[in-house]
C-alpha cells in the first residue's frame, strides 16, 4: 500500500488524479478502522493532514466555508455561533481524542446514513465543495449528496475541499438516540434548522435510511401551516413528527429495529421542533 502525503492542496489533487484508487485520510477515525478490520484494503492512503488550508474556516459571499480538515473540536469552539445545529451534532462524536482527530469532510466522505454531521448540514440547506485536478470545481447540494450506504456523488478523481452552510438566522438543533449517552454510533439521529427569513423549516434524519435525508413532506407542511407569531398547534406538532416518522426507511440492525428508529424520529421530530420554536418565540419577545 502507497501513502502519499501532499503538503498543497494542487499536491493533492495531482495524487488524487494519477492514482484514483487512493484513499483520502485526514483524522482516519473511519478508514483505519476500517483497515484494520480488513474491511477494506486499498492501493494507496492518501493523507491529507499536511494540507494546511483544509485546516481553515471562513465566512465568504455569506456563507460560512469549513475546510475539509477543519476538526469537530474546532466547530465546538469556534462556530457554535453561526452554525449551531452543526456544533450540537459534533459535541455527540466520539470521545475528546475523536473531535479533535475527527472531521466534518471525513464524514462527508465516508457517506454512511449514520453520521452526526449530515443532519444537521441537510437541515441548514449546505452545499459540499468538491474539486477535481483535470475537471475543477463542483458544488454540490448536501440533499444531492448522498446517493447510497457509504456511496457519495464525488467522482473518483475528486476530493471534498469545504462545505459552505449559510449561518444560522433562528434556532437549531440535533437530537440523536444512542445505545449509551457518549461515544456511542447513533441509533438513529435528527436535525432542524428554523429560517424566520424565509419562513420555512429545514429538516435531517440520520441513521434511518440508506442515505441521509430530509423529510420534504413534513417541511411543506409546516411551510403551509406554521405561524410564525403563535405557539404552535398540537395537532400540528403531531402530523409534523408523523410525517418526519414516515419519511424513514430504516432497517433492523444491532443496534435497534426498524420499527424503534421510526418511532423514534417522530419522538426526535416533535422535540427538536419545540425547542426550537421555544426559543424562536422567546427571541420575537425579548
Known sequence: MDFLRPTTWEEALAAKADQPGAVPIQGGTDVMVEINFDVRR?????????????????????????????????????????????????RTVGSPQIRNRGTVGGNLGAASPAGDSHPPLLAAGAVVEVESRDRGVRMIPAAEFYLGVKRSALEPDELIRAVHVPPATGPQYFSKVGTRNAM????????????????????????A???????????????????????????????????CARAAAPIDDVRGTAAYRVHAIGVLARRTLTWAWNDHLEKRAA
Not at 435510511?209 to 409546516?222: D, G, I
Open 184 to 207: 456511542v454510533i447513533a441509533v438513529c439521529s435528527f436535525a432542524i434548522a428554523l429560517h424566520p427569513r424565509e419562513r420555512r423549516v429545514g429538516t435531517g434524519i440520520g441513521s
Open 209 to 243: 435510511a440508506p442515505t441521509p435525508r430530509r423529510a420534504l413532506e413534513a417541511e411543506e407542511l409546516l411551510a403551509a401551516e406554521l405561524d410564525w407569531d403563535a405557539p404552535i398547534a398540537p395537532a400540528l406538532l403531531k402530523r409534523f413528527g408523523e410525517l
Open 42 to 90: 486499498p492501493p494507496a492512503l492518501l493523507d491529507l493532514t499536511g494540507v494546511a488550508e483544509l485546516r481553515e474556516w471562513s465566512m465568504t459571499g455569506g456563507l460560512c466555508g469549513v475546510g475539509a480538515g477543519v476538526p469537530y473540536a474546532a466547530v465546538i469552539d469556534e462556530l457554535g455561533g453561526p452554525l449551531p445545529g452543526l456544533a450540537q451534532a459534533s
